[in-house]
């Protein structure tokens, strides 16, 4: 069968910056459980574990652990760690909740990423704050 | 539809899903174990050295604890899997990485054993 011309068949541009679209609120939910998942595994894990052994070591390791958190570099890398965790862990509480069929119109989807993302925020906040 | 198989993609079944949400749910409820750990400790002004060695010197939390880090590493594997099979075409660089993740996280295994299990 013959086919018509169709629109779609002539050269158009393809343009798809990723950075020059605003992205709706899920999108930024799902690339940010990307990047922390991807975050908690090449740093938070190994030092994670490396923490662990330190402080369990001796008290002159778990001293010293405490007083290397004290620098200001090495606190803002924790806070953002945790950020990843708390964004991570409320991503995927979202994802279950999808998988449940809740949410799944346009509304409620944006609602439960927005919520999941303030979340995530308020919780490292406050949690920061509370340490320090 | 599925295309050709490749040796490094994952295993296009429900396998995958259900042990990611599986994982999740482990390491959720340690989460939340060790948050109520904080919590009653609060009041004390923290566990301290020796608290925190006393912890861990139990069998049953060391027991837990290596439970929630082989749902880490099996939940890293899934997620970390899909991230290079999103971005990193070329079968072969993939497999070398895909080898590197697997390697690091039977390493990272060996190393909490010894952590949990070697502490004096």
Not at chain 1, 21 to 47: K, T
Not at chain 2, 52 to 64: D, H
Not at chain 2, 78 to 103: E, W
Request: hydrophobic content about 55%; overall charge positive; aromatic content about 12%.
């Amino acid at each position: 069968m013959a086919s018509a011309p169709r629109p779609v068949d002539k050269p158009r541009p393809v343009y798809l910056n990723l950075f020059a679209i605003r992205q709706p609120i899920p999108a930024v939910v799902s690339i940010l459980h990307r990047a922390s998942g991807a975050l908690l595994f090449l740093v938070g894990l190994p030092l994670g574990l490396w923490a662990l052994q330190t402080s369990l070591a001796s008290p002159e390791g778990y001293a010293g652990l405490g007083a290397f958190f004290t620098h200001p570099l090495v606190r803002f890398g924790v806070v953002i760690l945790l950020w990843a965790y708390l964004h991570h862990l409320f991503a995927g509480v979202r994802h279950v909740l999808s998988d449940l069929h809740i949410g799944l119109d346009l509304v409620g989807a944006r609602r439960t990423a927005a919520i999941a993302l303030v979340l995530g925020i308020l919780l490292t906040a406050a949690i920061g704050v509370k340490l320090w | 539809m599925v295309g050709p198989r490749l040796t490094t993609n994952a295993h296009y079944g429900l396998r995958d899903w259900l042990s990611q949400r599986v994982t999740a749910v482990v390491i959720t409820l340690y989460t939340l174990l060790c948050v109520a750990i904080a919590f009653v400790a609060a009041p004390n002004g923290g566990l301290g050295y020796d608290g925190w060695r006393a912890l861990f010197a139990s069998n049953a939390f060391r027991v837990v604890t290596f439970l929630f880090l082989v749902a880490v590493y099996y939940h890293a594997w899934v997620g970390v899997r899909n991230i290079l099979m999103d971005y990193v075409k070329p079968t072969g660089i993939r497999f070398v990485l895909q080898t590197l993740v697997i390697c690091a996280l039977v390493a990272y295994t060996g190393w909490g054993v010894q952590i949990l299990w070697g502490m004096r």
